[in-house]
Antibody, heavy 117, light 108 residues
Framework: QVQLVQSGAEVKKPGSSVKVSCKASGGTFSGYAISWVRQAPGQGLEWMGGNIFGSANYAQKFQGRVTITADESTNTGYMELGGLRSEDTAIYYC????????????WGKGTTVIVSS | EIVLTQSPDILSLSPGERATLSCRASQSVTSGYLAWYQQKPGQAPRLLIYGASNRATGIPDRFRGSGSGPDFTLTITRLEPEDSAVYYC?????????FGQGTRLEIK
């Protein structure tokens, strides 16, 4: 059963960037999409975008600030968010889906990103 | 974008009772492209239902999804203490993917 293992927590300054990784363990996400969803403290779930076959689809809210990529040779997906502000403090989840616009059947445990001066 | 509104915000029930959670879309969700997730404190969301009514692998038959168009329902029968969680609906009919605000289910 594939598991998604995410990189560790990050503390960043406002205006900087963060890059979170998501490695498939016990399987591959070749042929699948990797989506990224975030959850601010005490809030609901927010889809940021997804990547399948090297093509990314982003929520308009994050267009120009987020880059979602995947390296099939290492079974690792990445989400890079730039121009960080305090409102970007959240848990960032990666999740596997059949398509970039789809339900998500396998989730990583999440990566906490704190943006603070 | 499709806005999903869940009701109620909080539901408090006793073990053995039935829970009915609603999810209403601002536009029709074609082909039943709607999923439900369960999230417990400190955990990632867990897929329960996809395609409006299909249970994900390992999900007990106490969880049942139904509905079409703009109105969908998650029904949980014979509630157990472990069902205490926040439940989210999500549409994948069109981009951007959107989630409802969540329903918190409390088991007394």
């Amino acid at each position: 059963q594939v598991q998604l293992v995410q990189s560790g927590a990050e503390v960043k300054k406002p205006g900087s960037s963060v890059k979170v990784s998501c490695k498939a363990s016990g399987g591959t996400f070749s042929g699948y999409a990797i989506s990224w969803v975030r959850q601010a403290p005490g809030q609901g779930l927010e889809w940021m975008g997804g990547n399948i076959f090297g093509s990314a689809n982003y929520a308009q809210k994050f267009q120009g600030r987020v880059t979602i990529t995947a390296d099939e040779s290492t079974n690792t997906g990445y989400m890079e968010l730039g121009g960080l502000r305090s409102e970007d403090t959240a848990i960032y989840y990666c999740a596997r889906a059949a398509y970039d616009i789809d339900y998500m059947d396998v989730w990583g445990k999440g990566t906490t990103v704190i943006v603070s001066s | 974008e499709i806005v999903l509104t869940q009701s109620p915000d909080i539901l408090s029930l006793s073990p053995g009772e039935r829970a009915t959670l609603s999810c209403r879309a601002s536009q029709s969700v074609t082909s039943g492209y709607l999923a439900w997730y369960q999230q417990k404190p400190g955990q990632a969301p867990r897929l329960l239902i996809y395609g409006a009514s299909n249970r994900a692998t390992g999900i007990p038959d106490r969880f049942r999804g139904s509905g079409s168009g703009p109105d969908f329902t998650l029904t949980i029968t014979r509630l157990e203490p472990e069902d205490s969680a926040v439940y989210y609906c999500q549409q994948y009919d069109r981009s951007p993917l959107t989630f409802g605000q969540g329903t918190r289910l409390e088991i007394k």
